[in-house]
Structure formats: structure tokens, C-alpha cells
């Protein structure tokens, strides 16, 4: 749109404050309709919601099915079906789409490898088990580990630049992420964690970054990379080894009426990574980390591959208390390729640690703008309803964060620790956020803001005290994170 109202700027000499005698007649009415076009062309906040869904395309399929059993596969519990499962894929993709079908029944599998426009259709009652074992991730395929590209263990079901993709249906994906052996490689991921970030801040070429066999950087479940036009519908997804569903660099997703239920470390729910066009509804996390992450890539490789997560859309959505359950929301904290046009409403969270956590360092960075949430209901948090922070974890670096143009509306809080958090840094303090008709209940510390710059509170109300001014803040030093 804008570029078609620069061109017919240019056409009547209108461009940079220059008009001409060519066309004059008509220059009034041309003008009324490019201020028209401008304005369309311009759009903020909620109004960009419509266009994005409207763009959204979803994938469709041939009908023609692809049943696992007929390719070897059995639902008893015991026997090997990864064959099984290659060979539907395989032939659904050569016969140019479908759904390969699970039956009911408990089907044990390695890594699942979807291709472009097959649907993996988890009938009612059916169960797709994937092996503890890492030795059955391998050869290494191309990763992220969060935020730094590798070659590392295969996500449990995955996809690389492919178009046209589903898991759909009212089955279950499993992948035993509380087992032994997932604990284990937690414990010992510290080194390997470590020599990954050392490369991403050298610059070590990705093809040299080779972990996997005899390495503890433990796989996300769901991860499609480099793909178009996906759609992760109806199922319930267990115990995944670590991130549960990452799309990474992708375009066009969307997850519906899904359940999340994971509950070992680092089991965020969905963090859809440098991504474009997202669609989250009506889904249901029961997570031990964030239910929802929205992320772009983590410090230096975040920068130099500088894709940003962008239109992102998640509405009607519950992040329910787990033992030790973190954040409901978060954006962050691998955002050094920034974040922008997030959209979040109508969602429930209860018994997390914090509500709505926006989240960056000095070593991530990122620029964090146009992040909108309204009729949010926050029940019981431990600690922050809702928290901006730029020092997550303290990390040091020369890459202080940017937050702007951030809104709060409509939210209400029951009971917890801290109604809001607010904490900038010194050279580049949170910016233009806006709080209105927000209400926080039964809460036992003050809300504080450190580093902030035009912060409006309209009609906030704080254990029934009405908060309604401009807070700007002068640069202090840091404080303590939620």
C-alpha cells in the first residue's frame, strides 16, 4: 500500500513537498485520496489485527489418507514404528498431499519428518510415543538451541522449508520428556551451553557448531523451520524435552485448540521464534516455564540473522498453575532480533509466578515495540502481575534493550506479590507505555518503575487506590528483577 501511494505521488509531483502545475485540476481530489490511502496505509495498534488474520492463508490438502498400519505401523505399545511413519510421509508428499492418518491406539516412533502438504491426522484416541533415547535424534540436523543456530538432536516431529503443513486431530503427542534421561542431559548442558554462546559471539560458521551425540543440548518437540503455512490443530502435546512447539523463521502459522501439558525445565508451551503472521487461540498450557514466549534469537546471532518475530495474534487462550509454573506470557527473553505488532487478548492466567513478563538484557538486546494486551484476567500470582524488565538475569553487554509503545488495558489481578514492575536502563529507559483501566486486588508490595520515560497510568486502581498521572523517571542505577 505505501508503495503504491508513493508512486502516485510521484505521477502528480506531490513527493517531498513538491506539487506542479500537471494535473492541476484534479489535484484536490487526488490529494483526498491519498490522505484516504495514507490512513490505510498507517495503521496502529488493534487496528492492524483484521489485516494480518485477513492474510493468513490456511493449508489445504487433498483428500486422500494415508493410514500408518498399512505401512507396518502397530498401536501396541511395543513396536517400532518410525519406518512406518517415514514411509506415509514419504508417499503422502509424492502423491502431492493428504493426511497420513494415526489410528487409535499407542504407536512408539523416533523423529516424525513432515514434508510439504501432508496433514498428520492424530485420530480420537490415538497416542504417538516418541523414544527417550537421543541416540534415536540423530544424524544432527539443522537447530535452534535457544536463539543460537546449530546442528544439534532432531526435534521429536519437524519440518525445513516446507509449505503446507498440519498435525490435526483429537490424539495425543507424547514425548516423555520427564524421563530419566531428559533430566539427565539438564544437568550437564551447562559447558555445552556455554561453548554454543562462545560461537554465536565469534561468529563460528553454523555448519562448524555440531553438537548432538555425546553433547546434552537437549530438542524442542515440535519445531518446523523455514516453513509456510502451517496449522497445529485439536491435539494434545506431553513432555517435551524442552521447548514444546517452536516454529522458527517461519510464515503463516497457526495453533488452535491445543493442550499443552509439560511440566519439566525449560518447557515453554509455544514460542514461536523470528516469525511472521501467528495465529494462538483457544488453546490451554499447563506448563513448568512460559505457556507463551515470543522470541527472535539470542545476542549476536539474533542481530546478524535480524529476523524479528512480527504480527503476532493470541486471543482466548488459558495458562493454568503447574508446580513451579513460571510466567503465563512472555516476550523474551531471546528477543536481540526484536519483537513488534503482538497482539494479546482475552486470556485467563492462574497460579503462575508472573502474569506478563516482557524480558531482555544488555548482552540480548532487541527492540520491543507496538506490544498490545487488553482483557487479560490474572488470578494468584506469586510475584509481578505484569513486569517489564530489561535485567533479566543480569547478563552484562553493550546492547542495552529498547521498549516502546507498549499497552496494558483492561487487566485485572486478583491477589499476588507486585501489581506492576517497570525497570529501563539508564541510557534507554522503557518508553511510552501505557496502562489503563487495569485493577490489582490483594496485593502486598507497590508497584515500582525504575528508568521509564512517558508511562500514563489512566484509571489503574491498586488495593482500591486510583492511579491516574505521567511517570517519568530519572536515570538510577538498576534494580532487582521479579
Known sequence: MRDFVDRI???????????????????????????????AADKTGWDRVPDILRRMEAPAFPGKDFVITRYGARGDSATDCTEAFRSAVDLCHAAGGGRVVVPSGTYLTGPIR?????????????????????????????????????????????????????????????????????????SKKKADSDTLRAMGERGTPVEKRIFGD????????????????????????????????????????????????????????CDPESCRDVLIE????????????????????????????????????????????????????????????????????????????IKSNRARGGIVEQVYFRDITINGVRECALAVSMHYGRERGDCPPVFRDIQFRDIRCDRGNRPILVVGQMESPVRDALFEDCAFQNMTRPMEVENAANLVMKNVRINNEQISRVINTPATLPMGDP
Request: some cysteine; glycine content about 10%.
Open 9 to 39: 505521488k510521484n505521477l502528480y509531483g506531490i513527493r517531498a513537498g513538491r506539487t506542479c502545475n500537471r494535473g492541476r485540476v484534479s489535484l484536490f481530489v487526488v490529494s483526498a485520496v491519498l490522505s484516504f490511502l495514507s490512513c
Open 114 to 186: 513432515l514434508k510439504s502438504n501432508v496433514n498428520l491426522h492424530l485420530s480420537e484416541g490415538a497416542v504417538v510415543s516418541f523414544f527417550a533415547d537421543p541416540r534415536r535424534l540423530l544424524p544432527v540436523v539443522l537447530t535452534r538451541y535457544e536463539g543460537n543456530p546449530c546442528y544439534n538432536f532432531s526435534p521429536l516431529v519437524l519440518a525445513y522449508r516446507q509449505r503446507n503443513l498440519a498435525v490435526t486431530g483429537k490424539g495425543r503427542l507424547v514425548g516423555n520428556g520427564n524421563a530419566a534421561v531428559w533430566e539427565d542431559m539438564n
Open 214 to 269: 555425546g553433547h546434552f543440548l537437549r530438542p524442542s518437540m515440535i519445531e518446523p523451520m523455514e516453513c509456510e503455512n502451517i496449522l497445529i490443530e485439536g491435539i494434545t502435546v506431553e513432555q517435551g524435552p524442552m521447548w514444546v512447539i517452536h516454529p522458527v523463521l517461519c510464515r503463516n502459522v497457526a495453533v488452535r485448540n491445543v493442550t499443552v501439558r509439560s511440566n519439566g525445565p525449560n518447557n515453554d508451551g
Open 282 to 357: 483457544n488453546c490451554a498450557f499447563f506448563t513448568r516455564d512460559d505457556g507463551i514466549a515470543v522470541k527472535s534469537g539470542r545476542n549476536a546471532d539474533g542481530r546478524r540473522i535480524g529476523v524479528p518475530s512480527e504480527n503476532i495474534v493470541i486471543r482466548y487462550c488459558r495458562f493454568e498453575a503447574v508446580p513451579e509454573s513460571r510466567n503465563g506470557m512472555a516476550v523474551g527473553s531471546e528477543v536481540s532480533g526484536g519483537v513488534r505488532n503482538v497482539f494479546v487478548e482475552r486470556c485467563t492466567m492462574n497460579g503462575r509466578n508472573q502474569g506478563i513478563y
